[in-house]
């Protein structure tokens, strides 16, 4: 297996500090990089190779007109934990981009939402040795209710960085 890339070295480093630190600098630290990601607010629950979980809270400033999350933002956080997903796997002569983003709209959303997103050991494998490719990221994106309210598909592609 590959050595790691700087994302994966930084959740790393982060893990090393005290359980009640590990969180605040993640997320300081996703946010002030993705800046959107800092704008909505969306916060790390979990981030390792194979897995990544997101949360964005039903707050005012990412509201529709009608007090839920807004469209963008649910697009927002099934993008982010994909893409995090993704990033902790792209190696650092590589960049990682989005290439297909799918949101169906299913129902209301109520509240919070929470973004699961998952690698396979084939998917990792792939991304770790072929030069360019991509990969549909599992996502499931879940309400308050326990409900999926969008249902996504995913496609990141990562080719060589140019210089």
Same mark, same amino acid.
């Given at each position: 297996?590959? #050595?790691?890339?700087?994302?994966?070295?930084?959740?790393?480093?982060?893990?090393?500090?005290?359980?009640?630190?590990? !969180?605040?600098?993640?997320?300081?630290?996703?946010?002030?990089?993705? =800046?959107?990601?800092?704008?909505?607010?969306?916060?790390?629950?979990?981030?390792? @190779?194979?897995?990544?979980?997101?949360?964005?809270?039903?707050? #005012? !400033?990412?509201q529709?007109?009608? /007090?839920t999350?807004?469209?963008? /933002?649910?697009?927002?956080?099934?993008?982010?934990?994909? /893409?995090?997903?993704?990033?902790?796997?792209?190696p %650092?002569?590589?960049?990682?981009?989005? =290439?297909?983003l @799918?949101?169906?709209?299913? @129902?209301?959303? =109520?509240? %919070?939402?929470?973004? =699961?997103?998952?690698?396979?050991?084939?998917?990792?494998?792939?991304i770790?040795?072929?030069?360019? /490719?991509?990969?549909?990221?599992?996502?499931?994106?879940i %309400?308050?209710?326990?409900?999926?309210?969008?249902?996504?598909?995913?496609?990141?592609?990562?080719?060589?960085?140019?210089?």
């Open positions: 297996m590959s #050595k790691d890339n700087r994302l994966a070295r930084l959740v790393n480093k982060i893990e090393s500090y005290p359980t009640f630190l590990r !969180k605040p600098l993640l997320n300081f630290a996703l946010r002030k990089t993705v =800046k959107l990601v800092g704008t909505a607010k969306v916060e790390v629950i979990q981030l390792t @190779k194979t897995h990544s979980e997101f949360r964005l809270q039903n707050r #005012k !400033k990412v529709n007109h009608i /007090g999350i807004h469209a963008a /933002g649910m697009a927002l956080i099934a993008e982010t934990a994909t /893409g995090m997903v993704v990033g902790m796997n792209v %650092d002569d590589k960049v990682p981009v989005i =290439k297909t @799918k949101v169906d709209f299913l @129902k209301r959303a =109520k509240g %919070d939402l929470v973004a =699961k997103a998952h690698l396979t050991e084939a998917q990792i494998q792939d770790l040795t072929l030069e360019k /490719g991509e990969v549909e990221v599992a996502v499931s994106v %309400d308050e209710e326990g409900k999926e309210p969008i249902g996504c598909q995913m496609l990141w592609a990562w080719t060589p960085k140019r210089h």
